[in-house]
């Protein structure tokens, strides 16, 4: 994996750093990250269309959502649990400002914890992680536990960063970013997990993405990618030019 011994990532780290980035915010955490630019909108459409892919196809009784943080892709996932989504993280300003945004929705329940540490209900047909699975300190243990509140037939989907992505040295040495996972890795930790993953597809891919031309040809092949499921991605960009990767399990 990709971690720099000298500053290992935690997750009080993690917490401390997304408390303190939340709480001097005017506004939503989901607004500035993902709607405050044309490239934030873009890597935004991106994921939400990566995501209900990997969800389609089934409605699920039971589900968690882990590291939801203000609820950005909450309600994504709420289209497809039909009885109870039990939603975990560990942020208290992520934590309190997800459940005033979800107020509305039904069947909805909250638990401020780390994931290792955490009470949710067992027997679940869904176990989703957007882009929180890179900060776990120890993402082997956090697949066992995906794994054992999984109920026989369910679903995990992953979504996370990938260490592969060719980017500048400012960002590859921020400790935020020191413990990404490749697609090597993550194939591994399954594994140990005793899960299979069946689909491996991008849900950010970009190059130069400041430039409209540049969003229009990912986008295309980002879409090309999702709607193949994989099956149809060009090998290079798949590695190098994808900022993070949609992996669906099953047990």
Known sequence: MNINQNKKLDNPYVEKYYDAQVASLPGSYADDRWHSSPVREFEYQQTARALKKALSGCRYEKAIEIGHGDGVWTNIIH????????????STEMFERARSRLAGLKNVTFER???????????????????????????EEALKKMRKLL?????????????????????Q???????????????????????TIMKVYPAVMRW??????????????????VWSQGTLVVPFLSAYATESHVYVMHA
């Open 173 to 195: 040495h921020h400790k935020l970013h020191s413990d990404q996972v490749s697609r090597y890795d993550m194939r591994r930790l399954a594994a140990s997990a005793d899960l």
């Open 151 to 171: 109920s026989p037939g369910g679903r995990i989907v992953i979504i996370t960063k990938n260490a592969e992505l060719v980017t500048s040295s400012s960002v």
């Open 208 to 225: 130069k993405a400041s430039y409209a031309p540049m969003r229009f040809l990912f986008d295309f092949l980002q879409k090309v990618a």
């Open 79 to 90: 289209e497809f649990v039909t009885k109870e989504l039990h939603l975990v993280e560990q």
């Open 113 to 139: 914890s780390d994931f290792l540490t955490s009470n949710p209900p067992a027997e679940n047909d869904l176990i989703v992680a957007v882009r929180c699975f890179e900060y776990f300190e120890n993402k």
